[in-house]
């Protein structure tokens, strides 16, 4: 395990289930409803969590998971929601997977309790919404997201690889957590993210904050955004597994990048 780094290592990891108490914090109780869509209740589905605590405070990760998504058809779908807490815990704000796994960031009022929110996972991707106040409700099995489990979702040679990984790592890493909330706050915004034509102009949206590893072009820096499958190999000297694959900017330069699990960072390869 020690050749897998699952968490940055100045934070503690927990799975107190007092802290989770089914989403109902202080000020806030987060209701999650499925719209269009099933809840993840099958063996082995639920919503995967742990508890992170460091000097930022306490981060509540959940993944939802489902064995496969019908539309379009893939096996194993995660979709990940953080919830952040201040040291009294209380929510400060949550940040959900607002399609292709960009990340939103929803503002909590601290002062005002008892208040709640609906995320709703919705179509058949299941990606998640704060939008939609209708669907089904329902009580998720929560289940402890052991380094294991980490691990054996990570070394899966095909598409249903979870491609979260250093921003699960370190869930205050660059690149995860918008500043703002986005301009655009509408379903229209969201599907502009998880279809391939726009539905409304592309740059009212900030594409820029993703659950996903980027990579930045070594020639020109343009940043590709939310690294995908990686295929995984293995150092023959070392025994030790890592993610590598050739990339292509848009400018059409050619690289190689290499996920290294120990370290859990992107190298470039020469
Ligand atoms: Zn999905
Ligand atoms: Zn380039």
Redesign the pocket.
């Known amino acids: 395990m020690k050749k897998f780094r699952v968490i940055n290592p100045d934070y503690e990891i927990s799975y107190d289930k007092t802290i989770i108490d089914d989403l109902r914090f202080k000020n806030l109780d987060v209701v999650l409803s499925c719209f269009l869509c099933n809840p993840p209740k099958s063996k082995n589905e639920g919503l995967y969590y742990r508890i992170i605590k460091s000097k930022h405070g306490t981060c509540i990760q959940c993944i939802a998971f489902w064995h496969r998504?019908w539309f379009p058809y893939h096996i194993h779908?995660y979709?990940p929601f953080y919830i952040y807490l201040d040291d009294d815990k209380h929510v400060k704000f949550i940040l959900i997977d607002d399609g292709h796994h960009y990340s939103k960031k929803i503002f909590i009022d601290k002062k005002k309790l008892g208040s709640s929110i609906r995320i709703s996972f919705f179509l058949p991707?299941?990606?998640l919404t704060d939008r939609l106040n209708f669907g089904r409700v329902f009580k998720p099995n929560f289940i402890p997201l052991k380094p294991r489990q980490i691990i054996n979702w990570w070394v899966i040679n095909n598409m249903a690889q979870l491609k979260l990984r250093t921003k699960l790592v370190d869930p205050y890493k660059d690149g995860l957590i918008p500043e703002n909330i986005p301009k655009q706050d509408s379903l229209i915004y969201r599907l502009n993210h998880i279809s391939n034509f726009n539905l409304i102009a592309r740059s009212e949206n900030t594409l820029r904050y993703t659950f996903r590893d980027e990579v930045v072009c070594p020639v020109c820096n343009q940043l590709i955004n939310s690294l995908d499958f990686i295929p995984v190999h293995k150092d023959q000297k070392s025994n030790h597994l890592y993610l590598k694959k050739e990339m292509k900017c848009k400018n059409g330069h050619q690289f190689i990048i290499k996920y290294n699990f120990q370290k859990a960072k992107i190298e470039y390869i020469d």
């Open positions: 998504q779908d979709h991707d299941h990606g």
